[in-house]
């Protein structure tokens, strides 16, 4: 767009010649030049001047008029790319363990996807080990007690662990008195999550048993929990609501994991 048909929309918007200077940064002298330049290209007067005041001429009304449509529809197109050149765009790897992916990533992906559909998102939930750098991951949400050397990190929030049991369970089984008494318990936990470490009133003491049913699945570790099967070390974001529900009850209440 050529800069005196700027500078002209600019000295009707303001209505002054030394205003329209000040706004783009020009001397009231220039600004008076590069209009009386604009007229002679065009060969026609488009502002009637005097010491006091400033107005269109009616041939410069039409064409501040259709200057100012094509100015606004100008800067509509350049916002419109500028928003596809910042708008994010392309694969995203994510990894998250899969009860927190389950309970907490997979409700948010539908407006995630609505917000963002030039992402080809590839979401691995598993409770195994996955290497950030040597899979290519983007993302990676991790339950653990320090940021990983090498990589960059953020605390999303604490995870809390509470050993729990179902109803069921408990009734035929019994409460646990103690630590000590988990060794007459059925004890699940997915391959990977033994030792539990659980911090107490009198300090913090480690379980390392073998789980009742080895799986690698923390997500069967939790429906076998549910079903009456044994006792688990959880997290609350997992188990919140089924304690809420009085589907799962706490064991050992003064314990909890580290």
């Not at 040597?134 to 990589?151: Q, V």
Request: glycine fraction near 8%; charged fraction near 25%; proline fraction near 6%.
């Amino acid at each position: 767009m050529d800069p005196d048909i700027v500078l002209f929309a600019e000295v009707v918007r303001t209505a002054s010649l030394s205003a329209a200077g000040r706004s783009l940064g020009i001397s009231p002298a220039m600004v008076s030049k590069r209009i009386a330049r604009l007229e002679a290209r065009l060969g026609v007067r488009l502002l009637n001047r005097t010491t006091r005041r400033l107005d269109l001429t009616a041939r410069g009304a039409v064409y501040h008029r259709d200057m100012i449509e094509i100015l606004a529809a100008i800067r509509d197109a350049e916002a419109r790319v500028a928003d596809r050149a910042d708008a994010p765009a392309g694969p995203l790897r994510v990894s998250a363990p899969t009860s927190f992916g389950r309970l907490h990533i997979a409700p948010q992906l539908k407006p995630f996807i609505d917000s963002h559909p030039a992402i080809a998102l590839d979401l691995d939930l598993s409770d195994g080990f996955s290497d950030v750098i040597g899979d290519r991951l983007d993302l990676a949400i991790r339950i653990a007690p320090a940021i990983p050397t090498g990589l960059t990190g953020y605390r999303l929030a604490d995870s809390r662990r509470v050993l729990c049991a179902a109803p069921g369970y408990v009734e035929e089984h019994g409460q646990p008195g103690d630590a000590a008494a988990l060794a007459g318990h059925r004890l699940l936990a997915a391959k990977g999550q033994m030792p539990w470490r659980l911090t107490g009133p009198d300090g913090t003491l480690t379980i390392d048993r073998p789980s009742y049913v080895a799986t690698n699945s923390s997500e069967v570790v939790r429906e076998l929990t549910l079903a009456g099967v044994g006792i688990a070390l959880r997290s609350l974001w997992d188990v919140s609501a089924d304690l809420a529900g009085g589907r799962l009850v706490r064991v050992l209440p003064a314990l909890a994991g580290s």
